[in-house]
């Protein structure tokens, strides 16, 4: 198993402000990814972070307003950039487990209230 | 990946079986069946997961219908912690596909005391 720690767990931000939202891996993962789920809804993914490259990105996300980092085999961040109420959500890490990636973790999510 | 079916919501009595469905007509031959559920306030967590047998493990049982167009997660006991959104997802583990999970609206479960 994989144990993910988020950091903030929760958040109120200011309108036109950016946060970075950090993902703590307590083993090496090939694989990490990065979900937003809206208020009421699924889980959409952002992107996949990839190690020592950029990360790739999903239909309708963009590198300037979610630059992501992954320094490493264990961490990751996030940045919500020039943030709008619409980007109020719960941003969530995951890891594949293994290296066939049977089974996904994540993390406990990172709640973002923009005001 | 291929698209899942899944109802609205379900309920249940605590302690009585579940028996939560999931419609995938055009699954192809190297999508895997998995289940996910997530908990009030939580992340996702990985439940099951098959390709044509039915498996079971200590959270549940998965049925995988013979033409693989439709599958049942079957908790055998409800219990009120097993209050959570279902996620039925349909992912290529051939190797050529990718490890992300594509999340439908799932199946809200609520279980009555």
């Known amino acids: 198993s994989a144990v993910i720690s988020q950091k903030p767990s929760r958040d109120i931000c200011q309108r036109g402000t950016s946060l970075t939202i950090q993902c703590q891996v307590d083993?090496?993962?090939?694989?990490m990814f990065w979900y937003r789920q809206q208020p009421g809804q699924s889980l959409t993914l952002i992107a996949t972070?990839?190690?020592?490259?950029?990360?790739?990105?999903e239909s309708g996300f963009v590198i300037d307003k979610f630059p992501i980092s992954r320094p490493n085999l264990t961490f990751s961040t996030l940045t919500v950039s020039n943030m709008s109420p619409e980007d109020s959500s719960i941003y969530l890490c995951?890891?594949?487990?293994?290296?066939?990636?049977?089974?996904?973790?994540f993390g406990e999510g990172s709640w973002l209230t923009v005001v | 990946d291929a698209k899942t079916t899944q109802p609205n919501s379900m309920e249940s009595n605590e302690e009585e079986p579940v028996h939560l469905p999931c419609n995938h007509s055009?699954?192809?031959?190297?999508?895997?069946i998995h289940w996910y559920r997530q908990l009030p306030s939580q992340g996702p967590e990985y439940v099951i997961h098959?390709?044509?047998s039915n498996v079971n493990n200590r959270m549940a049982s998965l049925a995988i219908a013979e033409d693989r167009k439709s599958s049942t997660l079957i908790l055998h006991r409800a219990t009120l912690r097993d209050a959570a959104v279902y996620y039925c997802?349909?992912?290529?583990?051939?190797?050529?596909?990718?490890?992300?999970?594509?999340f439908g609206k799932g199946t809200k479960l609520s279980v009555i005391p």
């Open positions: 995951s890891v594949a487990g293994d290296r066939a990636g049977n089974t996904i973790y």
């Open positions: 083993s090496q993962v090939t694989m």
């Open positions: 972070a990839n190690q020592g490259s950029e990360a790739t990105y």
């Open positions: 055009t699954i192809s031959g190297t999508d895997y």
């Open positions: 098959g390709l044509t």
């Open positions: 997802i349909l992912r290529d583990d051939s190797g050529a596909g990718s490890y992300q999970l594509t």
